[in-house]
């Protein structure tokens, strides 16, 4: 009774009421040339008309089901009794001298004695441990397992009436819900890496010191020489002020033929426009390039007042 209780998700009127006979075991899953197809057997639960469903079927684990077929082949030959629920007389499976087993007996009876034997309090921080503690669990256990059941299979295999009854039994685990998070990967969509050049020989030089620039970010269509590039508005549409070398330029391909160059990666936070430009959104653009008309580029001047043409698309490619 305390394997069905533990591993079927069963409420306690309807272990109460579970019958002789209630495990079956579907062997149509099986390799053939299996040397025991009882191993590879799903066990499987007939478990009886309750207060939301009719009688109904389901898997269970084959520790619960091998103790209920010991049990049936040493129980005692009792009478037929009469289920209150159905108005039938049938032969319980958990009955003894005559009578079926009480509704208190595992609350009552069987925790106390499991507590007392693995040194365990009775109640911890969510209160009493009771029988429905374990219905709770399990179904929060099949919620989070590596390959989850569906709302949908899990409200089926509780026997729930509607999925609103099941999601207050799901609990999801902290581990499950820091994968969930991670995998949404909310940080990472908002930043992308972008390629550095470092001219080391202009830091040995000592050529920073009279303002030659030593960092060159690469936007793909030319570089940008913005020691502050992270914080500039125009990052992602460049206004070609005077820290821009486009690369068909002669001075960009001077840079690209150094062999001296450090080449890294810089992380960049980006907001939800910029992110559209990077996904090659021309709506996008226009409306990044709109906003940031009348916005001073570091140089100074605006890009209304440099009059530059529409900056081109950087592909996302070339970014990360």
Request: proline letters at 7%; charged letters at 20%.
């Amino acid at each position: 009774m305390t394997l069905i209780w533990l591993f079927s998700g069963l409420r306690l009127n309807e272990l109460c009421r579970l019958r002789v006979g209630c495990i079956r075991w579907d062997s149509s899953t099986a390799p053939s040339n299996a040397a025991s197809s009882l191993a590879y057997s799903v066990c499987l639960l007939d478990v009886p008309v309750n207060k939301t469903s009719g009688a109904f079927t389901k898997p269970i684990a084959h520790l619960a089901g091998q103790a209920v077929a010991t049990w049936e082949a040493i129980r005692p030959v009792q009478p037929l009794l009469l289920d209150l629920k159905t108005g039938e007389y049938v032969h319980y499976l958990f009955a003894y001298r005559g009578k079926r087993i009480g509704h208190d007996f595992i609350n009552v009876s069987i925790i106390p004695m499991l507590c007392r034997k693995a040194g365990v309090p009775q109640q911890d921080q969510r209160g009493p441990l009771s029988c429905h503690r374990a219905r709770a669990t399990i179904a929060s256990q099949l919620a989070n397992a590596k390959d989850p059941m569906s709302l949908l299979e899990l409200q089926q295999w509780l026997g729930h009436s509607t999925p609103l009854s099941t999601q207050y039994y799901v609990m999801v685990s902290p581990t499950r819900l820091s994968h969930a998070y991670a995998d949404a990967g909310y940080l990472d969509r908002n930043i992308r890496a972008i390629e550095v050049l470092i001219d080391q020989d202009a830091i040995r030089s000592g050529a920073t010191a009279a303002g030659q620039p030593w960092k060159y970010y690469d936007l793909g269509h030319g570089h940008c020489t913005y020691d502050f590039f992270d914080q500039c508005p125009h990052r992602m549409a460049c206004a070609k002020c005077s820290f821009y070398i486009p690369k068909e330029s002669a001075q960009a391909q001077l840079l690209q033929a150094k062999t001296n160059l450090l080449r890294m990666k810089q992380e960049i936070p980006l907001m939800d426009d910029e992110l559209a430009a990077l996904e090659d959104d021309l709506a996008a653009v226009e409306r990044l390039c709109q906003r940031l008309a009348n916005v001073p580029t570091p140089a100074g001047p605006t890009p209304r007042e440099i009059q530059v043409s529409p900056p081109t698309i950087i592909p996302l490619s070339q970014v990360q």
